[in-house]
């Protein structure tokens, strides 16, 4: 199941580019909008004063207050001119989480930059986690949202949600779309610090997009150590100790970057 909808609005961190969808565009923003609020209450703007501004999925530039109304709304003109930053050729794949470790995964790694996160079942994840409302409620994209805010980006990345490390490795992802380099054979990796057959240490800059199996803090199964490796990923190791499936996300994104 892939996730689009409508996007929701928080700037409730650190904001380095206000955003507007396309419908927006030649309409004020409500006074309790939360982007009205951050502007003139938290930025002290004024009628005339400029900021950083994008289309959320499209261009960017800087946005100047127009005008500030008796009722408090605001209208912003765009001058958008610039293109996003392309996104980095990384498809982070990760099991399930506790829901607050996933708010900030996909915050994490929205601003970092990677071009798609997909979410899956396995043998040794809590399966309760799988029934988080983030994907239905609108918590996932606002998260993502945050991430790109304070990247200066107008661009997310995609969610897909698995039912196991099976229907993932069936289906293929990367094969279909071109969010990790399109025709270009991907560097496919599994994290694995328990039974590793090598390091991430170890591989050599190929200037390649790569793909990024992140397990449970319990790890894989040997059951799906053989799937990985009947699908050719290597199981790499980030050294000899075991960490938290949040922290070998980033961590194994943050390392993917100096290969691809």
Known sequence: MELFGNFIFRYNETVNIILF??????RTLPRRDERTIHLLKVLHKKTGDCVEAGIMGGMRGTGKIEKINFDGSIFVSLNVDEPPEQR???RIAVAFVRPIQIRRLLQSLSNMGVAAIDFMGTELG????????LFKDGGAQTALIEGAIQARDTMIPPITLFDDL??????????KDHA???????????????????????????????V?????????????????EDAGFLRLSM??????????????????????
């Open 21 to 26: 969808e396309e419908h927006e565009l030649g």
């Open 88 to 90: 980095l050729p990384i």
């Open 126 to 133: 809590e399966k309760s986690y799988r029934d988080t409302k």
């Open 166 to 175: 099976e229907e993932w490795l069936e289906r293929k992802p990367w094969h």
């Open 180 to 210: 990790v380099g399109g025709l270009q054979i991907p560097l496919l990796c599994a994290m694995d610090n328990i039974r590793p057959v090598g390091s991430i240490f170890s591989i050599t800059p190929a200037s390649r997009p790569a």
């Open 212 to 228: 990024i199996a992140i397990g449970p803090e319990r790890g894989w199964t040997d059951k799906e150590r053989l799937k990985f």
């Open 239 to 260: 050294g000899s100790r075991p960490l938290r499936t949040e922290t070998a996300c980033i961590a194994a994104a943050a390392l993917a970057m100096a290969f691809v």
